[in-house]
């Protein structure tokens, strides 16, 4: 079992950048595969960015794709997002998750986080 705790979400403006974390604890990342999601207000949960175990193998969303960049360090047990030239609607919680598979499906995702609010005005 993993736990996984997300920071480094806030407030920004469009066009600017974010960088969040995904810190792991427990069973060790490189276990897993793991998405980051996010979900805005009345909308379901969606797939973002996803990385393999190794993260050799990267894979995005069309609408992040070119602009938000999944990396992980697995010694230290945490996955990045790099999100930049953020837009409106990229405001959103983001959550991160693990999976034993590669995937875009939420509900192949065994273990989440608590999430974390990202906001971009204008």
């Known amino acids: 079992q993993v736990q996984l705790v997300e920071s480094g979400g806030g407030l920004v403006q469009a066009g600017g950048s974010l960088r969040l974390s995904c810190a792991a604890s427990g069973r060790t990342l490189s276990y897993y595969v793991i998405g980051w999601f996010r979900q805005a207000p009345g909308k379901e949960r969606e797939f973002v960015a996803g990385?393999?175990?190794?993260?050799?193998?990267?894979y995005y969303a069309e609408s992040v794709e070119g602009r938000f960049t999944i990396s992980r360090d697995n010694a230290k047990n945490t996955v990045f997002l790099q999100m930049s030239s953020l837009k409106l609607d990229d405001t959103a919680v983001y959550y991160c998750?693990?999976?034993?598979?590669?995937?875009?499906?939420?509900?192949?995702?065994?273990?989440w986080g608590q999430g974390t609010q990202v906001t971009v005005s204008s």
């Open positions: 990385i393999s175990w190794s993260g050799s193998t990267t």
């Open positions: 998750a693990a999976s034993t598979s590669l995937n875009m499906v939420a509900s192949m995702y065994d273990y």
